[in-house]
């Protein structure tokens, strides 16, 4: 079992910057691939970006490339998104979600945390 709870959100002006943390619990959290997902008002959740096991693999949406930044501290049990240059569209409760796995898709994530609001002011 491992269980996800996600920190760091809040109000920022466009162009400013956040770190979201994703706090896990159990050892075995470091044997799990980690994504972070949104989702914006009226919209389906979306994938934004994961990584796997070791932090040696790792994979963006094309709309937060060059902007955002995962990684993980397993010593910590803790996986973080860098948010930098945030965009009005960027707007979303943020999740983060554990899975046996490396992948895109939500439905193969295992464990979710409760999420965290991100609002971007322009």
């Known amino acids: 079992q491992v269980q996800l709870v996600e920190s760091g959100g809040g109000l920022v002006q466009a162009g400013g910057s956040l770190r979201l943390s994703c706090a896990a619990s159990?050892?075995?959290?470091?044997?799990?691939?980690v994504g972070w997902f949104r989702q914006a008002p009226g919209k389906e959740r979306e994938f934004v970006a994961r990584?796997?096991?070791?932090?040696?693999?790792?994979y963006y949406v094309d709309s937060v490339k060059g902007r955002f930044t995962i990684s993980r501290d397993n010593a910590k049990n803790t996986v973080y998104l860098q948010m930098n240059s945030l965009k009005a569209e960027d707007t979303a409760v943020y999740y983060c979600?554990?899975?046996?796995?490396?992948?895109?898709?939500?439905?193969?994530?295992?464990?979710w945390g409760q999420g965290t609001q991100v609002t971007v002011s322009s």
């Open positions: 159990g050892r075995i959290f470091r044997s799990y691939a």
């Open positions: 990584i796997n096991w070791t932090g040696g693999s790792i």
């Open positions: 979600a554990a899975s046996r796995i490396v992948a895109l898709s939500e439905r193969q994530y295992d464990y």
